[in-house]
């Protein structure tokens, strides 16, 4: 079973809808991080959570918010989608105290018409 | 502003050679570097890592070497096989950041 998983896999919508991605990880590890990839501009940072009271952007967080339910359960939010936001998306986990290595989910593949 | 940069879009090599990947990058206080492996509707994988304590690390096949002053970074693969076709990233943090810093990606081609 998979350490890190993301729903939902794909998902196409169209201009101004709000989407919700949700990212889960059963390696109990304290710290989850939310990418996006482009073409030709590798993974981005958007939001970082250390722990579940704590929220940090990334270098291109508008547009975007983020919500740690639970130290398993970061979610990403649209609020108001716009086709520029068409990307894969990844989720990723990594453990305070140790190296700096992130363990990545499957990615959400998201079009915004 | 890109810290980290994979100037190689792609790469295609023979099947039993080696694929030499590069990055490079622009601030001193980078001192962990790692590669990662993306195949097509999967998530990057850990592939290895270097500290900057460090010029070399090998694991099997793979070899990353890092060159502090000239800021820059390798993935040596030997021998290649089809399997490492994928698209590869290396990424940087600094001590306490907890935050990876990635290139652009390479994606190699194995040829048989």
């Known amino acids: 079973d998979a350490d890190v998983t993301q729903t939902p896999r794909n998902r196409i919508t169209k201009t101004g809808k709000r989407i919700m991605l949700e990212c889960s990880q059963t390696?109990?590890?304290?710290?989850m991080y939310w990418y996006r990839q482009d073409p030709g501009l590798g993974l981005r940072l958007i939001y970082y959570s250390f722990d579940v009271k704590d929220i940090n952007k990334g270098e291109i967080s508008d547009g975007y918010s983020v919500s740690r339910q639970a130290q398993a359960k970061f979610s990403l939010s649209l609020e108001s989608a716009i086709p520029n936001q068409t990307a894969l998306y990844f989720c990723?986990?990594?453990?305070?105290?140790?190296?700096?290595?992130?363990?990545f989910g499957p990615g959400t593949r998201l079009t915004v018409l | 502003d890109q810290q980290v940069k994979q100037n190689s879009p792609s790469l295609s090599v023979q099947e039993g050679r080696i694929s030499i990947l590069n990055c490079d990058y622009t601030n001193s206080m980078f001192d962990y570097f790692l590669w990662y492996k993306k195949y097509p509707a999967e998530g990057p994988t850990f592939l290895i890592s270097?500290?900057?304590?460090?010029d070399k690390n090998e694991d099997g096949r793979f070899t990353v070497f890092l060159n502090k002053s000239a800021k820059h970074l390798s993935l040596h693969i030997v021998p290649s096989q089809p399997g490492d076709s994928a698209v590869y990233f290396c990424?940087?943090?600094?001590?306490?950041?907890?935050?990876?810093?990635f290139g652009q990606g390479t994606r190699l081609t194995i040829n048989p």
């Open positions: 390696k109990g590890h304290d710290r």
């Open positions: 270097i500290s900057s304590i460090k």
């Open positions: 990424a940087a943090s600094f001590q306490g950041a907890q935050k990876l810093v």
């Open positions: 990723a986990t990594s453990e305070s105290g140790t190296s700096d290595t992130q363990y």
